[in-house]
T-cell receptor, first 111, second 112 residues
Framework: DGGITQSPKYLFRKEGQNVTLSCEQN?????MYWYRQDPGQGLRLIYY???????QKGDIAEGYSVSREKKESFPLTVTSAQKNPTAFYLC??????????FGDGTRLSIL | KNQVEQSPQSLIILEGKNCTLQCNYTVSPFSNLRWYKQDTGRGPVSLTIMTFSENTKSNGRYTATLDADTKQSSLHITASQLSDSASYICVVSLYNTDKLIFGTGTRLQVFP
């Protein structure tokens, strides 16, 4: 079955530590996205990539970094500069004008 | 400012009843409006998508309406089931961009 796989499902970060969230898709979609979801707020765009080896900052990119070395992979690193990283992180992909297809998310918590 | 507002924030209904969720938006230029269903701890799943010229779209027991003049949309759920318990998110797409504006969602709980 085609889809988006996010791992791990749950992740814990210590103070001052960088962590990387994985996002893999086998849908052959060109565009991929990372969102952050907090209680009572709409999804907010962190980074997006429309093609391999290219990515753009979204609305809340500070404290995050990404890479897009392969079409099917778009990992997100939450750096120690992100002072409030506790959230539900969602990865999405899309082809053309079709709706974005989402993964099942990674919940990041601070120890 | 581009915004999407949803109401109510939460809703409790009995199994078998109908319900309607509301979405008001102030997004310009408008491209399309989507409704997503998000189960707890899962990613959102697309239910419907409507462009400017469409005023209704159905997906099984889900029917979405769009009034582009008043910038309002509704999602009507018929004969609710326990599996309808989820958050429903209204999303508006900006014309000629990749930008999406997300509402905060309506949390629906269906009880037997």
């Amino acid at each position: 079955d085609g889809g988006i796989t996010q791992s791990p499902k749950y992740l814990f970060r210590k103070e001052g530590q960088n962590v990387t969230l994985s996002c893999e898709q086998n849908l052959n979609h060109d565009a991929m996205y990372w969102y952050r979801q907090d209680p009572g707020q709409g999804l907010r765009l962190i980074y997006y990539s429309q093609i391999v080896n290219d990515f753009q900052k979204g609305d809340i990119a500070e404290g995050y970094s990404v890479s897009r070395e392969k079409k099917e992979s778009f990992p997100l690193t939450v750096t120690s500069a992100q002072k409030n990283p506790t959230a539900f992180y969602l990865c999405a992909s899309k082809w053309g004008n079709q709706p974005q297809h989402f993964g099942d998310g990674t919940r990041l918590s601070i120890l | 400012k581009n915004q999407v507002e949803q109401s109510p924030q939460s809703l409790i209904i009995l199994e078998g009843k109908n319900c309607t969720l509301q979405c008001n938006y102030t997004v310009s230029p408008f491209s399309n409006l989507r409704w997503y269903k998000q189960d707890t701890g899962r990613g959102p799943v697309s239910l419907t998508i409507m462009t400017f010229s469409e005023n209704t779209k159905s997906n099984g027991r889900y029917t979405a309406t769009l009034d582009a003049d008043t910038k309002q949309s509704s999602l009507h759920i018929t004969a609710s089931q326990l599996s309808d318990s989820a958050s429903y998110i209204c999303v508006v797409s900006l014309y000629n961009t990749d930008k999406l504006i997300f509402g905060t969602g309506t949390r629906l709980q269906v009880f037997p």
